[in-house]
């Protein structure tokens, strides 16, 4: 078993007020340039304050506070929630399931994988970067969005809000690296007002070929009635397709949504999308299945019949 205690080392990187500028092109759509700080997180997160807000809490210290680890499925008093010796933030950045002990990272020298929370009208866009020691030199990072059928970068230092550091654990290898954590505070209301889609990638490149990225990684947002859903992958005990998580408190969450259920949603791909690094899915079945989360059927089932462009990791890396 390991007996390490995580790292974590809050970085002091791009302190301040930060902005995610809409290039020229879509602020047509809509705003043009929103502004937040970490200052006005805060006191958001502190709203109706009445003691410790469980929903912060990082019992077992890997960084992934227990809203978080709620969207996950993993456990906020366990750092390996399926006891495969892989901690749950290196399964979340090495993209493999932290809640299937078969499924453990691959070999690599850098990866990422992102997840999402909301609360009190704050989006966060959480990344994890994992790095083997001497490779972070070597590559190049970058984060952008993709809404209204344009996908652009945004600039490093428009996206950083807080960071931290957590040593990367290899049950067989003992430490072999960092895991980068990247918190990017996003108003949600930005998911709504560009039609009820908003995706972020971000992608790891050798410095020397910047086009080719080696890592990528994509959170696709979608508002329903009100909720941001985050899509993904379904897991291994669910048919193929995806599912659609809200990213709010349990306690925010209407009553007309089911408890211990998840919008699951059967799709093809028809092709790529109009937009670099999108693809476009032919939504065909949909329904609500077991699975710890929430699910309102009539949203669930919205899509069926037509066809949605989201962001996908593939069509970033590893693809001609
Ligand atoms: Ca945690
Ligand atoms: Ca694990
Ligand atoms: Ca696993």
């Not at 709203?47 to 469980?54: C, N, Q, S, T, V």
């Not at 899509?231 to 193929?240: E, G, R, T, V, Y």
Request: aromatic share 8%; net charge negative.
């Amino acid at each position: 078993m390991s007996n390490h205690r995580p790292l974590s080392r809050a970085v002091n990187w791009a302190r301040g007020a930060f902005t995610l500028a809409i290039p020229a092109g879509i602020a047509a759509t809509g705003a043009a340039l929103l502004v937040c700080s970490p200052t006005e997180e805060k006191v958001l997160l502190a709203a109706g304050d009445g003691g410790p807000d469980p929903y912060l809490a990082d019992q077992d210290q890997d960084g992934l506070q227990y809203h978080v680890e709620m969207i996950l499925g993993t456990s906020d008093a366990e750092l390996d929630s399926d006891f495969d010796g892989w901690d749950d933030l290196i399964e979340l950045a090495r993209n493999s399931d932290p809640l299937n002990a078969v499924s453990t990272p691959e070999a690599a020298l850098v990866d990422v994988g992102m997840t999402a929370k909301t609360d009190g009208g704050a989006l966060t866009v959480i990344t994890a970067i994992y790095t083997s020691f001497s490779q972070f030199p070597d590559f190049g990072y970058d984060m952008g969005f993709s809404v209204a059928g344009q996908t652009a970068p945004i600039p490093l230092g428009m996206y950083v809000g807080t960071l931290q550091l957590h040593p990367a654990i290899d049950p067989a290898l003992g430490m072999t690296g960092w895991v980068i954590l990247i918190e990017t505070l996003v108003p949600e209301s930005f998911v709504a007002a560009f039609g009820g889609y908003l995706g972020f990638y971000f992608t790891v490149a050798h410095k020397d070929d910047p086009a080719s990225p080696v890592s990528s990684s994509v959170v696709n947002l979608f508002n329903w009635g009100d909720q941001t859903v985050m899509m993904q992958p379904a897991p291994s005990s669910m048919q193929a397709g995806s599912t659609y998580k809200p990213l709010g408190r349990g306690e925010d969450i209407p009553s007309t949504w089911s408890q211990d259920l998840v919008c699951w949603q059967q799709t093809s791909e028809v092709g790529a999308g109009t937009a670099p690094g999108t693809i476009e899915l032919s939504i065909e079945q949909a329904a609500c299945e077991d699975l710890d989360s929430y699910c309102n059927a009539t949203l669930c089932a919205n899509g069926v019949g037509t066809t949605t462009q989201v962001l996908d990791a593939g069509a970033f890396a590893g693809q001609e």
